[in-house]
């Protein structure tokens, strides 16, 4: 039998009893998906890289606790959100000013203010880190790596209420914040 | 028309609305073009938001070798599975030391408290303070009172002996019996149920 058919309980059973390939094998599976949470919750990709490191330590010295009951991916995400919270405490310039930033010059659209497409991911990039973490996470979570209510709920220990209406409020911040200039855009180019 | 249904819009455009929700909007959303429009501008935003890539990270092989030289070495932890696992093991071993300590210990008394009446143990008997009288002392007491005589006294000593000396012993040696059972039943069930999981899973 093959480490690829091998189910994850299994990995996480033998992680659990100090085999470090076990692990290994957990960290190839989820490495992706816990960089890119970090990435999208701070918006660096080096920095999402240490941290996540950081966090797949963090989940070896606490495997212990992990109850085989519970979605692995969501305590591995929780620990990321939590390693991303905590980088962006300590490190303050990875968020821009973002509502200063995202005042572009003309504020009237027209065909002069036509973004490139770097310009209008760079402008949606610094809206979405502009939000609040705990909005942040909550839609990073839903938009990037598609879980479910229940399942986000699980991962940041929230009530599915919560999760609604965080997302809720996500998604308005950053309809405010981008409508004026990208929704217009968006539909030039659709026309 | 009735109340706007903004706040149900991005659950329902996240397919996590079910029954009578799922149809309440869907309802209000045919008759209502400012729900709709909403709904429309949330779509554009998902849209939008999955325009931006993630960045090209390290492969996730060289990624988890980057974290394995990271992980401590001297981690030699014992899980909370393998605990328990550990501990349900030692449940036959303790019950056998309990069986052994409780036979020898009776095994002991009752050569112990032969030598005795057979006056071998004299120098020391004072010390072991053996004597007939504290083990069917309710016996005496009613053979001294008259109340039982003959057969009658010798059947309540031999009974009363019985029940202070071996009935303790023999229900502890039951109850270690029982115990171990028990655990032979469980651990039958949990293998059965081990084996039919494997079973399922192949």
Known sequence: ?191 | MSKHITEWLSAYLDGELRGNQLHQVETHLVECHVCRAELGSLEKLSGLLHEVPAPEFTPPERFAAQVKLRLPHERTFISRTQMIEIGWLMIPVGLLGAWVFISTSFVLGNILATANNLGLLSSISGWLAFGPSSDIYLSATLGQAGILGGNGLNWAEATETFTRMSLPHISLQISIALLYLSWIAIWWTRHTHQQHGQLLEG
């Not at chain 1, 909550?138 to 399942?151: A, D, I, Q």
């Open chain 1, 1 to 191: 039998m093959t480490l690829a058919v091998i189910n994850e309980t299994e990995l996480v059973i033998r992680a659990q009893n100090g085999e470090r390939n076990a692990f290994n094998e957990l960290i190839r599976i989820y490495a992706q998906g816990v960089m890119n949470v970090i990435y999208r919750m701070c918006g660096d990709a080096q920095i999402a890289e240490d941290a996540a490191q950081e966090t797949f330590i963090q989940a070896w010295l606490h495997l212990s606790s992990y109850r085989l009951q519970t979605s692995l991916r969501s305590w591995l995400y929780r620990i990321a959100v939590n390693a991303a919270t905590d980088i962006l405490r300590k490190e303050k310039r990875i968020l821009p000013n973002a509502l200063e930033d995202l005042q572009l010059k003309d504020p009237q659209p027209g065909p002069e203010a036509i973004l490139s497409q770097g310009e209008r991911t760079a402008l949606v990039q610094k809206a979405i880190l502009s939000l609040p973490d705990i909005s942040r996470a909550v839609l990073v979570l839903r938009e990037y790596e598609e879980m479910s209510y229940h399942e986000i709920a699980d991962a940041l220990d929230i009530p599915i209420g919560t999760v609604m209406s965080r997302l809720n409020y996500a998604r308005k911040l950053l309809k405010d914040k981008l409508e004026q200039k990208l929704f217009l855009q968006v539909e030039a180019e659709n026309v």
